[in-house]
């Protein structure tokens, strides 16, 4: 049985959500758990980092295609294996599967007046949880109807953020959609896992100012540590690969999204 389907997201953009998945995703493969990570955003970008870029994705059934059909389970059709090279770590990378998303997920943002539109990813993933313990799913940074997708199919919801103002304000407003949507969104349980600070730079006064804010507005939900700002992170990104294939830079890193995982553990442990 899934333990956990986790929406991530921020009104914001460039918060971390898609890094904090991905991360995440390596750091519970590596203790064996199985996740299936979903891309919500147009963007894709969660796509690319797991292995499948533009070329890849042309053919592919992805996250549009999936909420058209608005068929029960028939998110199956889309689900594909994450295609990091990984030789290191035989067996981590069949613990995490993707259901890819192509630029013109968007063309579903024109459906969403139509009734239960927003419940079509969720019935899609019908049958889906037994196979996986953890389910991400990666929101663009709006509050719109692929958001609204995202949240209705989602048990509960990690806010990603950096320690800037408006980031801040992406993240409450977020927490207040939830507190103001989840019955409309089907979800009358929907809450606040856990909140994120990423790109956390120590030596930064306005860093440490708005932790503090941060810990003002969410209290215990805020999650330690912080994700540092490191070069060896936007490289790992930028090359679509695992921390673990990165050498000793990403080494610290690793240890960062295993103490973030201990925490979605005991989340999930403690709504089941
Ligand atoms: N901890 C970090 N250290 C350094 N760069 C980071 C870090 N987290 C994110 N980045 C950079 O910020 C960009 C945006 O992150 P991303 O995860 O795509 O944000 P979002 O999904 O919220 O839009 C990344 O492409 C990367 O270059
Ligand atoms: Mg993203």
Known sequence: MVWVRIAVANNKGGAGKTTVIAYLAEALAARGRRVLAIDMDPQANLSRRLGYGEAELVDMVTTAEVVAANQKGCAADGIVGCRWSLRAHPGLVEHIDVLPARYDLEARVSEAGTL?????????????????????????????????????????????????????????????????????????????????????DRRRGLHHWHTDSVTDAFGALLWSPPVPSRAAL??????????????????????????????LEAHAHAAA
């Open 116 to 200: 239960g539109a927003h419940e079509r990813l969720e019935r899609s993933l019908e049958g889906i949880g037994e196979d996986y313990d953890v389910v991400f799913l990666d929101c663009p940074p709006s509050l719109g109807h692929l958001t609204q997708l995202g949240l209705a199919a989602a048990d509960t919801v990690l806010l990603v953020l950096r320690p800037e103002y408006d980031h801040l304000q992406g993240a409450i407003r977020v927490r207040d959609f939830v507190d103001t949507y989840r019955r409309h969104l089907g979800r009358p349980h929907l809450g606040i896992a856990g909140v994120v600070i990423n790109e956390h």
């Open 234 to 263: 936007a490289e790992a990104i930028d090359a679509a690969a695992p921390l673990r294939a990165r050498g000793a830079g990403a080494r610290p890193l690793i240890e960062v999204f295993a103490a973030l995982a201990d925490h």
